[in-house]
Nanobody, 118 residues
Framework: DVQLVESGGGSVQAGGSLNLSCTAS????????MGWFRQAPAEEREMVAY???????TDYHASVKGRITISRDTANTVYLRMNSLKFEDTAVYYC?????????????WGQGTQVTVS
C-alpha cells in the first residue's frame, strides 16, 4: 500500500522557519506529482505547493509564494522549506502524491504534521 510519512512539523514563532519532509513508498506511478495541502481549524483544506517528478512543474498558493519553496531531491521525497512564517500558516500539513498534479487532491495522503506559528 502507498504510504507517505511527513516530518518536520512543530511550533515556531512568527517570522521563523520550518522545513517539512515527506517520503512516499509503495506507489506504482510511472510519473508522479507530490505536494502539500494544509487545513486550519474551521477552514477548508487548501493546496500549499506541488511539484512534478522532473521538477519542471511547480505551483504555490498565493499566500505562501515567496516564503515557501517546494523541492524534491529524490524520486520519492519532497521538501517544503517555509520561511517568514505567519500565524495564518498554522495548520495541519498533509503530504500527497498522485499521477498528475491536477489530480493531486484525489491521490494518496499522509497523516499530516502539525505546524503552529505563534
Amino acid at each position: 500500500d502507498v504510504q507517505l510519512v511527513e516530518s518536520g512539523g512543530g511550533s515556531v514563532q512568527a517570522g521563523g522557519s520550518l522545513n517539512l519532509s515527506c517520503t512516499a513508498s509503495g506507489y506504482t506511478y510511472k510519473y508522479n506529482c507530490m505536494g502539500w495541502f494544509r487545513q486550519a481549524p474551521a477552514e477548508e483544506r487548501e493546496m500549499v505547493a506541488y511539484i512534478y517528478s522532473g521538477g519542471s512543474t511547480t505551483d504555490y498558493h498565493a499566500s505562501v509564494k515567496g516564503r515557501i519553496t517546494i523541492s524534491r531531491d529524490t524520486a520519492n521525497t519532497v521538501y517544503l522549506r517555509m520561511n517568514s512564517l505567519k500565524f495564518e500558516d498554522t495548520a495541519v500539513y498533509y503530504c500527497a502524491i498522485s499521477d498528475t498534479c491536477a489530480a493531486l487532491h484525489l491521490g494518496y495522503w499522509g497523516q499530516g504534521t502539525q505546524v503552529t506559528v505563534s
